[in-house]
């Protein structure tokens, strides 16, 4: 592929602003703007999209962003010494970036969304990514503002966002991901494509809201994850005792034996287990 835009390269950007990386900011740069290219075109036609793009660090997603055509970006970045080169970015496409200096934990897009929709596309910093998704998928209401994540993780979170019952990696984050989402791993980034390398493969994940999740609480059903995950080796008639009602009236309501394990329950069975706590409690209620 040919250069995607006529900014200078990379590394050229890196140097002249001193962008040294920083690990307490989860820095990895991708300098490869075929690589950026790739995970761009995995949010699809971009063309009447606005993405929001978390942590743009030296800009190299965010030209590809914009290179492959997004109407608009917003750009989320906590490290103030990134900041000139997204500037040159934004000049060189008038109009399309907007750079918002701040922190993306307690960032807020819906005042600049004004009731719009938006794809979230990110190579997001490692020391916060699995924070970043609960969030996103912890949004109320459901289906939310977003039409699709595309975001790289480490391997390892990676495989336990689209984890399904009896995988190694199934827990309470592919519980929660699954059952609001479609999940997949799209493809794998090795170390080397990053500056400085990490120590650990990368993947880049889809997910793409779920219009009508099977009807739960969300918070109740993280309940009833936690406890059965909390003791994940121990039968559900043992590990979801600390939610209060008999675990074998919950595991019936699922159609799953209670001396199973978490690890072998599908999302669904969750959910259901879920909706029958709901339904005891709200008995109780006076
Ligand atoms: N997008 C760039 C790339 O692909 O080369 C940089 C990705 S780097 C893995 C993560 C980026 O997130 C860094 O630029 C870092 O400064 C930024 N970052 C770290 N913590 C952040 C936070 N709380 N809010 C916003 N950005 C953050």
């Known amino acids: 592929m040919s250069a995607i835009d006529d900014l200078p390269p990379l590394r050229d950007v890196i140097r002249e602003h001193a ?6 900011l989860g820095q990895n740069f991708l300098l490869d703007l075929n690589l950026t290219a790739r995970i761009a075109r995995a949010a699809g036609p971009l063309e009447d999209s606005t993405v929001i793009e978390i942590g743009p660090g030296p800009g190299g997603l965010t030209r590809a962003l914009l290179a492959l055509g997004a109407r608009r970006v917003i750009a989320v970045e906590r490290d103030a010494r990134a900041l000139p080169p997204l500037q040159a970015i934004a000049a060189r496409y008038p109009g399309r970036l907007e750079i918002v200096c701040g ?29 970043l998704l609960i969030g996103w998928l912890s949004i109320e209401p459901w289906p939310p503002w977003f039409d699709m994540l595309v975001l790289m993780f480490q391997r390892e979170v990676a495989e336990r966002i689209v984890a399904h019952e009896n995988d190694e990696a199934y827990g309470r984050l592919a519980v929660l991901a699954n059952w ?9 980034i090795s170390p080397a494509a990053f500056v400085p390398p990490p120590k650990v493969t990368s993947s880049v994940v889809r997910l793409v809201p779920r219009a009508a999740p099977e009807p739960c609480d969300r918070r109740v059903l993280e309940q009833v994850a936690a406890a059965a995950f909390g003791q994940r080796r121990k039968m559900l008639r043992q590990s979801l005792k600390s939610l209060g009602p008999d675990p074998a009236r919950l595991a019936a309501a699922a159609q799953v034996d209670a001396t199973r394990r ?25």
Do not use: H
């Open 180 to 188: 609001r989402a479609e999940t997949k791993i799209l493809f794998d």
């Open 103 to 131: 922190d993306a934990l307690t960032f807020d897009p819906l005042p600049l969304l004004g009731g719009g929709r938006a794809k979230i596309v990110a190579n997001l910093p490692y020391n916060i990514a699995t924070p």
């Open 19 to 24: 962008l040294s990386a920083r690990k307490s």
């Open 262 to 286: 978490a690890e072998t329950v599908p999302v669904s069975g969750f959910v259901a287990m879920a909706r029958e706590l709901a339904d005891i409690r709200a008995a109780k209620q006076p």
